[in-house]
């Protein structure tokens, strides 16, 4: 079976930054966890679908997972 290439990485959410726009999206940052001693922030919209498709929003201090996969034509 053919995988696509992936990588995983467990962080923590631990900002939630409300939009400068009204109507706008919240973002949420979040901080990577390595094993190394740095950390690592990355900043997202804070807008998810479930798997009904119904909207939904992380809180501060929620568990998450980041996937990384590149597109195939992006890779070697």
Do not use: C
């Not at 190394?36 to 992380?58: F, H, M, P, V, Y």
């Not at 996937?67 to 992006?74: E, G, H, L, T, Y």
Request: charged share 30%; glycine share 8%; aromatic share 0%.
């Amino acid at each position: 079976m053919h995988r696509d290439p992936a990588s995983s990485l467990p962080g923590i959410v631990v900002k939630i930054i409300e939009p400068v726009i009204p109507g706008d999206a919240d973002k949420v940052q979040i901080s990577i966890q390595r094993g190394d001693d740095r950390s690592q922030k990355i900043r997202i919209a804070n807008t998810l679908l479930d798997a009904q498709g119904e909207a939904g929003a992380l809180k501060s201090g929620a568990a998450v997972r980041i996937v990384i996969r590149p597109k195939p034509k992006d890779t070697i």
